[in-house]
Every structure is written in C-alpha cells, then in structure tokens.
C-alpha cells in the first residue's frame, strides 16, 4: 500500500531539523562546500545502520538533491516507515523499456570501539579516505548515480531510454519488506524495466568487476535419534553417532567443493559451499552435560550456499539419501532463503555473452571510460538484484571501485575520493550508452 501524503508531511518535518539544529547553534552556520564529495559524505551521516535505521533523513536528502537536478520524484510506501524512493529522468522515447539503478539505504551496523574514526563521522584523511560504514555499501553508488545525471544534464545530454533510480530499505536483512516488495507492485510493473545495474563490490586490482547470479542461501537442520544409553555402552544407531556419521559424510563433500576451488577450476563463488555453524546435544547437568549417558537426540545447523548453476533437486536428493537418510533415523529441514530459478525455471542468472545485448553496450561503457571489465563472477552471498532476476530482467551487480580493499561489512570501511569521482565519470558512460541504445526495442 502506498501512503505518500503522510510521508511527505514526515519530510518535510525531517527537512526543518537542519536549520533548526543550525539556530542553536553557538558558532556561526558553516556552508557546506557544494562538491559531490561533500554530497557523499552528507549522506554517509545518516545512520541507516540496522536495527534501527533511519530512513526518513536520508529518503529527504536524496529527494532535494532530485529536486535540484529537475527530476520526477516518487516515494512509494509498502510497509509503515519503510520507503521506497524512486526517482526518474524521462526519456526522449518513453514507449522503449526503461533502465532501473539501483541501490539500498541501509547498512549493517558497526562497532564504533573498533573504528579509527566514528563509522558515521564520513571522515575525509588527508590521504582521502572516507571512513564511514556503507562507504562501500551501497551509499557510493547511491550519489554517484545521481551525480552523473547532474554532469549529463550540465553538457544538455538527453535520453533517449527513461532512468529510474531506486532506494530501497531493507536489504541487509534480506529485503523482504524493501526490493522484494517494490517488484512485485503495480508501480514497479509500470515502469516497463528493461535492464537493471544493482550493487556489485570492490576490485582489489584495476579491473572493474561485475556479477551476473548471486548464490542464494539455504539454511539445513539436520536431526538425528537413536536409542539412549549408558555412557559405556558400545551400540549401534545412537543419535550421536549417527549425526557424526552424516558430518563426516557432508565434510567429504565440502572437501571436494574446495578441491575444485584449490585446483582453479573454479571461483569461490562457483561451488556449493556448505559450513556448519551449529551443533546441539547432550543432556544438560548444573556443571555441563551429563557425561555417562549417550543422548537420544543431536542436531546440526549448516549454512549452504548454491550458484545458479547447481541443480537444487540434485542436492535435494543428496540430503536426503547421504546426509540425513531415514535409514540413519535422521531427518532433515531445509529453509530455501531465496529463489534459484526464474519465473520461467530457468536458473537465476544474467547472459554475459552476445544473447544479451546489454553486456556488449556495457562493456563499451566500461571501455569508454577507460576502464577494465574482470571475468564475470557470481557473488558469493545475496543481494536485492534476485527479485528483479526472478522477473526474468537482466542485472548486473556493479560498483565501480577499483584498487580498493573489499571491507563491506567490516570495521574501518572506506572508499578513496578519487575512486569516487571516478566511479561518476564511469556512470556517466554507463547512462548515456545505455540509454541510447535503440536496437532490439522489444528488451
Ligand atoms: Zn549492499
């Protein structure tokens, strides 16, 4: 449900506490300097860290900064206090699928005690970093797209294709309430997206890279029963050794997952990767566990991870017949965090090869600006771009960082000034060629 009227009567209020802040202020007001890096910091201020992020201030700010450049704004509200911000720079031929950027307005929190500098200070050092959380991810590409449009417009380019770019909420707890929401509505339908750019990460070298598939997660809780007994009894089909019985037997296949990683047949982000993370058995006692006694239950928790690529129903089988086999009295529960097909069944991955013709006006882009394109990869964890893969769009996940140490989600994140500046150069050559591109008008 979208209650626009009540949340622009809450901008507005967030966007007199400024000025208010300024009036009681002691010392005279200091202007802000108006550059892009000024921009970007402004919006690392906003405290948008989970469980508690503020979404209201920044959804105001970013709106201004639309407004300053002419754009349509909308802000759509599916859950209470949750926004999603869409904003929209028409094109010469709306008729043509639009092209969506888009990225999340909030972050994971952060340990201040383990920064060198308050995680949202956005401290610039003289060797310019900016330390602030989200530096990374995502709030980089949030300014940058918008101050690439503010170049286009300032050398009068027009588009051909419309530009929406959204902020949605909610993404680091799985965007449930955010993305997952805003694509499945009538207004998302309306907008006719033909193509999506969504979050990527940080290169290490000077290549670019881009991500064409996220892993989605699976979360599996084996369990397994078996007669209890006197801790020195020697039986078969105890609980126990039945559970280290299917650990062993999940070690074997994690094991052949990182040989073929190891032997570089494949990226990290190729395999299934399967990590235990919990474990649960024994009979509690007041100092511990009871220790002469064999329980009648035991439980194991492991974090899977599966590519596009891998067949779900194969692994399906697997847990069934190997992991947890009822003849073992084990059963098993998988939780599937995310989709791994399409609406059409077909696994949830972008073309990088000439059947899609926005890699090839991508790839131009890249190398207008200068820029280098590494292999594409999938990513090892999940971002908001499944939504709009599962509608059958394509999407890249691409944040223009290079020479940059990846530190999404760690202490200390930063982004280097140059690296930003540069990162709205290469989004101005990503919007021009891709909004002129006319060709195969069905996409
Ligand atoms: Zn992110």
Redesign the pocket.
């Known amino acids: 449900m979208v209650n626009a009227n009540r949340l622009s009567l809450l901008l507005s209020f967030t966007l007199l506490l400024p000025s208010l802040r300024l009036s009681l202020s002691t010392s005279p007001p200091q202007q802000e300097p108006d550059t892009p890096i000024n921009r970007f910091q402004q919006y690392l201020r906003f405290n948008t860290a989970h469980p508690n992020p503020n979404y209201l201030a920044p959804v105001s700010f970013l709106t201004s900064l639309a407004q300053s450049l002419g754009l349509i704004i909308q802000t759509l509200e599916f859950i209470p206090n949750k926004p999603v911000l869409l904003i929209t720079w028409q094109g010469s031929n709306p008729s043509l699928p639009s092209l969506l950027f888009n990225?999340?307005l909030d972050?994971v929190p952060a340990e201040p005690s383990k920064w060198t500098h308050p995680p949202f200070s956005a401290t610039l050092t003289a060797d310019g970093k900016i330390f602030a959380r989200g530096a990374q991810?995502?709030k980089c590409i949030a300014i940058q797209y918008l101050e690439a449009i503010r170049n286009l417009k300032e050398r009068n380019f027009v588009p051909t294709r419309t530009i929406h770019i959204s902020y949605v909420p909610d993404?680091?707890i799985g965007g449930f309430d955010g993305a997952d929401k805003f694509v499945k509505s009538k207004e998302f339908k309306d907008l006719n997206v033909g193509f999506v750019l969504d979050?990527g990460q940080a290169s290490v070298n000077n290549e670019f890279r881009v991500f064409y598939a996220d892993r989605s997660p699976w979360n599996l809780i084996i369990k397994a029963k078996g007669a209890p007994g006197h801790g020195s009894r020697m039986f078969d089909n105890g609980a126990m050794e039945n559970l280290m019985k299917s650990v062993e037997v999940i070690n074997r296949f994690r094991d052949s997952q990182s040989d073929v990683v190891k032997a570089g047949k494949a990226a990290n982000s190729e395999v299934i990767s399967v990590n235990p993370v919990f474990l649960k058995a024994g009979i509690p006692s007041p100092t511990g566990f009871v220790m002469n006694m064999q329980p009648s239950e035991a439980e194991a928790g492991f974090d899977l991870r599966l590519p596009p690529t891998a067949d779900p129903n194969l692994m399906k089988k697997r847990i069934a017949e190997e992991w947890a086999p009822a003849i073992r009295n084990m059963t098993y529960e998988i939780i599937e965090k995310g989709p791994l097909r399409d609406y059409m069944g077909r696994p949830l991955m972008t073309a990088t090869d000439d059947s899609n013709p926005w890699w090839s006006v991508f790839k131009q882009a890249i190398a207008a600006a200068g820029g280098k394109l590494a292999k594409p990869e999938i990513l090892p964890s999940t971002?908001d771009a499944r939504f709009m893969r599962e509608l059958g769009i394509p999407v890249f996940g691409f944040s223009p960082m290079t020479d940059t140490p990846i530190l999404?989600h760690d202490h200390n994140e930063f982004l280097k000034d140059a690296v930003f500046l540069k990162g709205i150069e290469v989004y101005e050559h990503i919007i021009s060629g891709l909004s002129l591109f006319e060709e195969a008008n069905s996409i």
Request: proline share 0%; charged share 50%.
């Open positions: 990225s999340h972050s991810d995502d993404e680091e979050e971002t999404l």
